[in-house]
């Protein structure tokens, strides 16, 4: 059976940053997917599960620190090497707590990214180095996804509310499906526009509050709970007050 290499997902909104590791990460015989925000990075790591993450913490929209306390929430347990170039030990601590698993600091020397990236990949069994394992990962099936009352399917494209299936279109989907992935987090209206849209239509644009109001009016129900919030001045969040 062939081999495969270890696999990184490698989020940094520094395009210049990004880049370059990238490629440091691929010639060192890695597979890399680079992204460039905390919401893509969430939705990637959902679809793929990595070996490894490496996340920058200072992100637009979801940030790095979010992004480690969304995957712990769900008990995934996927190593994670922050990149910051905080330096005050509570920083650091803050991420630890979030559920990071090691820090490097920028600026950062290349080689001491792929030391720390195999010391982690050596903690839960893998080689690390780009070094190959034994047998490919068996593809993981989406799942459904599940917060506030909702349930997805996010391969039939399917959505319920308290067993009452929603019909929706592709756009509304698209943006309750974004939502549920980040139940409880605050999404700001440009990391929206950029996922839905790839193009942020600037703070006049009414496009986003139409599709939110279309949204409300297919899940609210009678006496039940509100679950897309409004955050003045930021942007949407879906919880179940």
């Known amino acids: 059976m062939g081999s495969v290499p270890q696999t990184v997902l490698l989020a940094e909104d520094d395009r210049a940053i990004r880049h370059a590791l990238e490629r440091a990460l691929t010639l060192e015989g890695y597979r890399v997917t680079a992204v460039a925000d905390g919401v893509e990075a969430l939705a990637q790591a959902h679809r793929t599960p990595p070996d490894v993450l490496v996340l920058d913490v200072m992100m637009p929209g979801i940030d790095g620190l979010q992004v480690c306390r969304v995957l712990r929430a769900e008990g995934d347990r996927t190593p994670i090497l922050m990149l910051t170039a905080l330096v005050e030990t ?5 991420g630890l707590d979030a559920g990071a698993d090691d820090y490097v600091l920028k600026p950062f020397d ?3 990214v792929f ?3 195999r010391a982690l990949l050596r903690r839960t069994g893998g080689a690390g180095g780009g070094a190959p394992v034994e047998a490919p ?3 993981v099936p989406e799942r459904y996804l599940e917060a506030a009352g909702l349930k997805m399917d ?3 494209r399917r959505v319920w509310r308290d067993g009452r299936e929603l019909e929706l279109t592709r756009t509304e989907f698209e943006l309750l499906e974004l939502l549920v992935r980040n139940s409880g987090i605050v999404l700001d209206h440009s990391t929206i526009y950029d996922r839905i849209w790839g193009y942020d239509f ?3 644009s009414k496009n986003l509050a139409v599709y939110v109001g279309y949204l409300r009016r297919k899940l609210d129900e009678p006496g039940a709970p509100q679950l897309i919030h409004t955050v003045r001045g930021v ?5 179940e007050d």
């Open 235 to 239: 942007g949407y969040v879906l919880r």
């Open 202 to 204: 600037g703070p006049g």
């Open 110 to 112: 290349v080689e001491e």
């Open 90 to 94: 509570q920083d650091r601590i803050a």
């Open 154 to 156: 996010p391969q039939a």
């Open 115 to 117: 030391a720390r990236l």
């Open 137 to 139: 990962r068996p593809p």
